[in-house]
């Protein structure tokens, strides 16, 4: 069964740092592009970022330059470093991954979904003022 697990979630003040991790299991994410949305209640699906299988990344503009994503194949896992955090990046983020070659859309109804393979179950992030 592939499956993704987040980890890492938690509170945190303004300005400060934390750093979620996503482990798959059942697949490995060597071939596959792995990467993180988030949701904010009654919001839409919100992309963030993205590591491809090729080496590249791409980050919303909400996000650039303050959260940087990363992979470690060897353990099967992803990561989002999330710095300068403010109080608008209070949502639930969800970790997905796509072994086909998909065009990962700027934002969906909601997620997970079943436009992308797999999803992890949402970790939440409070950033407190």
């Known amino acids: 069964e592939v499956q993704l697990v987040e980890s890492g979630g938690g509170s945190v003040q303004a300005g400060g740092s934390l750093r979620i991790s996503c482990t798959a299991s059942?697949?490995?994410?060597?071939?596959?592009?792995m990467g993180w949305y988030r949701q904010a209640p009654g919001k839409e699906c919100e992309f963030v970022s993205i590591?491809?299988?090729?080496?590249?990344?791409s980050y919303a503009d909400s996000v650039k330059g303050r959260f940087t994503i990363s992979r470690d194949n060897a353990k099967n896992t992803v990561y989002l470093q999330m710095n300068s955090l403010k109080t608008e990046d209070t949502v639930v983020y969800y970790c997905?991954?796509?072994?086909?070659?998909?065009?990962?859309?700027?934002?969906?109804?909601?997620?997970?979904?079943?436009?992308?393979?797999?999803w992890g179950q949402g970790t939440l992030v409070t950033v407190s003022s």
């Open positions: 997905a991954a796509d072994r086909r070659l998909k065009l990962w859309l700027s934002s969906y109804s909601g997620c997970p979904n079943r436009y992308l393979e797999v």
């Open positions: 059942g697949f490995t994410i060597d071939d596959s592009d």
């Open positions: 590591s491809r299988r090729d080496g590249s990344t």
